[in-house]
């Protein structure tokens, strides 16, 4: 089915085809400025670090539900190899075989169109079979190092998990940025905490997946108000799943993706830091989450480090 007017109401409200120029291919990242990045340093007290990645495993979150996107497979090619000869100094290699998206990740601007289009106004067709994404590749991204910000929707509900089926409205994260006691800047990398993820760490892989609480397509305007450069949550589809419109499907990845030019995460275990940051009342910290350059993909692993 066509995308309804109100999909398209949002589009032109958050739309940044061209606010960084007809030749952008990072979009709202490029919000973080040096001087961005010299606050967020600011925000690390303690030194702590907590790991935010999944383990990249063969029975990872994947189902098989999508197609090709594969739960890593991990091969060893040589164990103990004496490459010199007998007695030198042995070797061992591996190789892996995975989905980019199959865990903690990043979607990149290839990974989503609608109505033929990509972010900043480029043709769909760029992305090929071939060479993947022309433009806006994740390797593209060189650098992704900001202020973060937990927005632990369910402790803001008094939950350890949202309802499936939940909406992450602006209303959810104006609670939770109430209760996180600061205010989402300018450049700022969010993290939408719905507690999702616990199913899966629990052994529930199906359950995980679907049905989800997720960001409610209303959520965008609230970021681009704000000017956020890059939103995570702890979820497999990221939006609330099944949708809110019947038949609108994956909308707030299009509005993230094309219309934004805004990178979305997927797959983060938020649960260390949510306790982390209740513990010391504080819900900022300095967040490396520079994803792997791959040239022309649509998508990439991840390993986020949150230092408070």
Known sequence: M???????DIAKRVNNWGRWGPADEIGTLNLITDEVVREAVRTVRSGRRVPLALPLRQDGVQTGAIPGRV??????TSVNWQLFGPDTVATSDDVVTMGLQAATHWDGFGHVSHSGRLYNGRPASTVTAH?????????????LVSRGVLLDVARAHGVERLAEGHAVTPEDLDAAEEMAGTRVHCGDIVVVRTGQIRRYLGGDRQGYAYPSPGLSVRAPEWFHARDVAAVADDTLTFEVFPPEIDGLWLPVHALHLVEMGMPQGQNWNLEELSAACAEDGRYAFLLSATPEPFVGGVGSPVAPVAIK
Not at 71 to 76: D, K, Q, S, W
């Open 2 to 8: 066509p995308m309804p007017k109100q999909f398209h």
């Open 71 to 76: 739960n890593p497979l991990h091969t060893m």
């Open 131 to 143: 060479q993947g994404a022309e433009f806006g590749g994740t390797e593209k991204i060189t650098s």
